[in-house]
């Protein structure tokens, strides 16, 4: 009987730890980016945490290709290399980001950070697609509000595309 308590008990840990533990994903379908002579294009996500507390993030750029997007700084710079981000976004990561993602950092309560593909290679492209993954611990449905754009250097002009219709994930 004992025994059978403890299994109830150690269940109940397991079911409740899931419970309070928030997570979320959506797709950006597509971003260009491109340098060359005349300018670059820029895709930037602007991704806004709505909640009272941080948000672990996760951005994963896939390539035209499949393959995944990666830093070519060998260093966790938010202001070098191709991926880039804001200064205050927590725990940033591209270097050493996970096998199979671009990037990682945290999102503050209530606070929007950005993240970009900035090439510095003329006459280089990359295109794909990108998903955006979040955590946190806590028991939120969701946690973001996403928006991207693509800036046009060429042009000095940013097109605005709402990610997941604008609505929360
Ligand atoms: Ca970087």
Redesign the pocket.
């Known amino acids: 009987m004992k025994k059978r308590l403890t299994l109830v008990v150690v269940f109940g840990l397991f079911i409740t730890s899931n419970a309070f533990a928030g997570s979320g994903s959506a797709y950006l379908p597509h971003f260009f980016s491109e340098y060359h002579s005349s300018g670059q294009k820029r895709p930037v996500i602007y991704l806004t945490n709505i909640t009272g507390s941080a948000v672990d993030v996760t951005v994963t750029f896939f390539k035209h290709d499949g393959t995944v997007l990666t830093?070519?700084?060998t260093?966790?710079?938010?202001?070098?290399?191709?991926?880039?981000?804001s200064s205050n976004a927590t725990g940033?990561k591209?270097?050493t980001a996970p096998t199979g993602t671009t990037?990682v950092f945290t999102i503050p309560a209530g606070q929007q950070s950005t993240t970009y593909i900035e090439i510095g290679t003329i006459n280089t492209v990359h295109q794909g697609y990108a998903l955006i993954e979040w955590k946190q611990t806590g028991n939120n449905l969701v946690a973001l509000i996403a928006e991207a754009a693509e800036y046009d250097s060429a042009k000095n002009d940013r097109s605005y595309h709402a990610i997941n219709n604008g609505l929360p994930f």
């Open positions: 830093e070519t700084d260093t966790d710079n938010y202001n070098g290399g191709i991926i880039r981000g940033y591209d270097y990037v």
